[in-house]
């Protein structure tokens, strides 16, 4: 769990005070988190917009709180419940004048508060929808009539004349509204595919709110390089390395943690830091990054644990993807426990982002209720060694931020993301040897063709915000969309291979545009593209009868399959 504040105990407001004297600021902002996915996202924007700010948990903070801390501006998260469910938070804080922004969730509360109607929609809204705004309002300040929104509600505001309407989208008469001091919107500013989210929260800041205050922002990297420095010094460290980004970002962070420790190996007769690469659910090239970038540095050990067996045996019989889920947790804990064992190690590190945390239902520990989309594989192990996750507070993004700051190639960095559980999640059913030659198969001629096809797509990443316009770059399909798969679907179609009847899987492809994962839109990949792929799949892999192409954003699917 990340912090959380929980009371204003005279410690706490010591604490307070201590940091708002180091920002030389008196001024404070509270989120309170209701259990969104999102929220730490909200927590990053007003970081980078230099506030202090605090989460807060809705179950425990109460107006008596609030009224100690004096803050400029209350926000309030999103979450899975309904206002009509009254999810923790105490209402008199809505009636202390202080200037309030609700986003989804957030925004139903105080409009029930204050009386209005907040039901159960017959249209639900999930995913980008275009939003336009009928009146003005210091919230959308320099903020174009019509844009791009990401709604993930299932629950409308009535159009009540008490509210004053700032803006609608299609299934929802009350997307945006403000009453005396509150303000509210439906959907989430905080995603990159809210077009102007950014400065939204930006204007709640300093239109509204009228903050004064702005703290440099530090070197996040280098933070995370003496954080480590201290927790390490003179010890050994076993990193579950994968040969994508996130471990790899954590493996340069050690790097630098280690000063001059770099080429010396201990008494033991190794280097301070040992990398375990566990082969058997990878994706094809995975391996062979971890040798080239790794294999020959002076400062980690690499050793390759080949546990397909274990996988395929503890995988037998699971048809359910949480229970796959669950068995591959189990392999995945017991041999790096194993390693560590045998290394001595003294620390156990994991490439873990906030992402994953919050997906499993963690977070900013709250009295709210958050709901576990899927268990991953680095969350809560509870390993018999502490662990080290500096990444853990960093969405995909961020992390390859930090990565670019301290020399991470950038051909790691620019990896697509791939899921701890791997070629689990990629699979329909149960797991076997054939699928899993099958789903290696098709993954890399799916990627083969992503990087050797060169094309112009009007991704979201590239449009130029405020214009318009679309920005028009000749390069890879691979390299202008965040993340692709192929899964080996459960479904068989009948085809003709040879002049003779035969059946084969279903291969589902599907590529996403996305920033940090929280959020995606189903990328548009050419259709010459998709036929050529498709044609390479059905001709090279017997064992394959046709392909179908995904096209749903996230919300409402999830990235991966499961």
């Not at 709250?366 to 018999?384: D, E, P, T, W, Y």
């Not at 064992?543 to 990235?559: H, L, M, N, Q, W």
């Amino acid at each position: 769990m990340l912090n959380t504040l929980t009371n204003t105990s005279e410690k706490t407001l010591q604490e307070i005070a201590e940091e708002k004297r180091v920002r030389k600021t008196d001024e404070l902002f509270l989120l309170f988190s209701m259990g969104s996915q999102f929220d730490h996202l909200i927590k990053q924007q007003l970081d980078a917009l230099g506030v202090f700010c605090l989460v807060a948990d809705p179950s425990k903070v109460k107006a008596e709180d609030v009224k100690k801390l004096e803050p400029k501006g209350i926000i309030l998260s999103g979450g899975p419940s309904s206002a009509y469910e009254y999810p923790p938070f105490e209402g008199k804080i809505f009636d202390m004048g202080i200037p309030t922004l609700g986003i989804c969730l957030g925004f139903q509360m105080w409009a029930y508060h204050v009386g209005v109607n907040v039901s159960l929609s017959d249209k639900r809204e999930f995913g980008t929808h275009k939003f336009k705004l009928h009146g003005k309002s210091p919230l959308f300040k320099d903020i174009p009539t019509h844009s791009l929104v990401l709604e993930s509600h299932g629950d409308k505001i009535a159009a009540d004349k008490k509210l004053k309407i700032l803006g609608s989208t299609e299934n929802a008469p009350a997307s945006a509204a403000e009453y005396k001091h509150l303000y509210g919107v439906q959907f989430h500013p905080e995603v990159t595919e809210s077009e102007f989210g950014g400065k939204i929260l930006e204007n709640f800041v300093f239109i509204i709110c009228k903050a004064r205050d702005r703290f440099p922002a530090a070197s996040v990297a280098q933070t995370k390089i003496e954080q480590l420095k201290n927790q390490i010094a003179r010890k050994k460290v076993l990193l579950a390395l994968s040969g994508g980004t996130d471990s790899a970002v954590v493996a340069y962070l050690l790097k630098h943690a280690l000063d001059d420790r770099h080429s010396q190996k201990e008494n033991d007769g190794h280097l301070p830091v040992r990398g375990i690469y566990i082969k058997g659910i990878d994706r094809p090239d995975d391996e062979a990054n971890v040798i080239k970038y790794f294999g020959k540095a002076n400062w980690i050990d690499i050793k390759i644990v080949d546990a397909t067996k274990e996988f395929l045996k503890a995988l037998k019989g699971k048809k359910v993807m949480r229970d796959k889920r669950m068995a591959m947790r189990g392999v995945y804990k017991k041999i790096l426990e194993t390693e560590a064992k045998k290394f001595k190690a003294d620390f156990l590190a994991q490439g873990t982002l906030y992402t994953d945390v919050s997906e499993s239902g963690g977070g900013y520990k709250s009295g709210a209720r958050k709901a576990q989309i899927k268990i991953h594989h680095n969350v809560n192990l509870k390993f018999s060694l502490p662990e080290l996750q500096p990444l853990v507070d960093s969405v995909k993004d961020t992390g390859r931020q930090i990565g670019r700051e301290i020399g991470v190639p950038e051909e790691l960095l620019v990896r697509h993301p791939f899921p701890g559980p791997g070629l689990v999640v990629r699979i329909e059913g149960e797991i076997t040897a054939e699928k899993l030659h099958t789903a290696r198969k098709v993954d890399g001629i799916f990627v083969e063709e992503l990087k050797n096809w060169k094309s112009s797509l009007a991704s979201p990443s590239f449009q130029k915000r405020g214009q318009g316009g679309v920005k028009e770059l000749s390069m890879s399909l691979y390299s202008q969309i965040w993340q692709a798969g192929a899964v080996v679907t459960n479904s068989y179609i009948t085809c003709t291979k040879g002049d003779d009847s035969a059946e084969g899987h279903v291969i589902a492809l599907w590529a996403v545009w996305s920033v940090n994962g929280f959020t995606a839109r189903a990328a548009e990949l050419p259709y010459d593209f998709l036929k050529h792929v498709s044609q390479r799949i059905t001709n090279e892999v017997r064992e394959v009868g046709g392909v179908v192409y995904r096209i749903s954003d996230k919300p409402p699917v999830t990235i991966e399959w499961g």
